[in-house]
Each structure stands twice: as C-alpha cells, then as structure tokens.
C-alpha cells in the first residue's frame, strides 16, 4: 500500500469518519453511515468506493446493501493508524456512533 495514497484516502473528512465507524464496529452498510454522517446515498458510496480503490476497505453484497470492513491485507502500520487514531479521537466521531445507536 502507498503511504500518500492511505494519508490521502484518510485526508478527508467524510472518509475518515466512515473509516472510523467501519474499524469501531467491525463492519457498517452504506445505510447506517448515511444515517450516522447525515449524507446522501451517492455521496457515501462514492467515497467508499476511494476506500475500497486503494485497498482500505472491502465490500460484501447482501440483497440491496452493500457492507464494508477494513481490509483483512491492510498492512500492519495502516492498522495501527486507523486503530489509534479510533481510540484516541472519540469526540471526534461520537456524535456519529449515537446518531447510529438510535436507530
């Protein structure tokens, strides 16, 4: 994986907060990060689709949603990035996650 490119991919915010929600709970479907990140449809998947360009992020099919997890061949220091940056910046994206757990 190219360092720029992950920096990159991780550079913008509606990215990094999906990026962030997928590593807290292990997966989320294009619908709960609309719900979660008050965005459209086309707009969410567009930047799922950078994710998944560049090896971030996979996506499995079921019926009419698409769900996304990290990468299971992410390099190790991408991890870490990622899981580092979960845990130390909550506020960051909490408002999202609770935006998620009402529904």
């Known amino acids: 994986m190219d360092p720029c490119q ?3 991919c991780l550079s ?3 990215r990094l907060k999906s990026l962030l929600i997928i590593a807290e709970l292990g997966e989320a479907c294009v619908c709960h990060l609309m719900t979660a990140l008050a965005i459209e449809q086309p707009k969410i998947s567009r930047h799922l ?3 998944r360009k560049h090896g971030v992020v996979i996506d499995d099919r079921r ?3 698409v769900y996304y997890q990290l990468h299971p061949d ?4 991408a991890k870490t990035v990622i899981d580092d940056t979960r845990r130390n910046n909550r506020p960051y ?3 999202a996650l609770t ?3 009402t529904l």
Do not use: H, N
């Open 12 to 14: 913008d915010e509606t």
């Open 74 to 77: 992410l390099p190790q220091w």
């Open 99 to 101: 935006q998620l757990r």
């Open 93 to 95: 994206f909490e408002q």
């Open 6 to 8: 992950f920096y990159k």
């Open 49 to 51: 689709a950078e994710l």
């Open 63 to 65: 019926g009419k949603w």
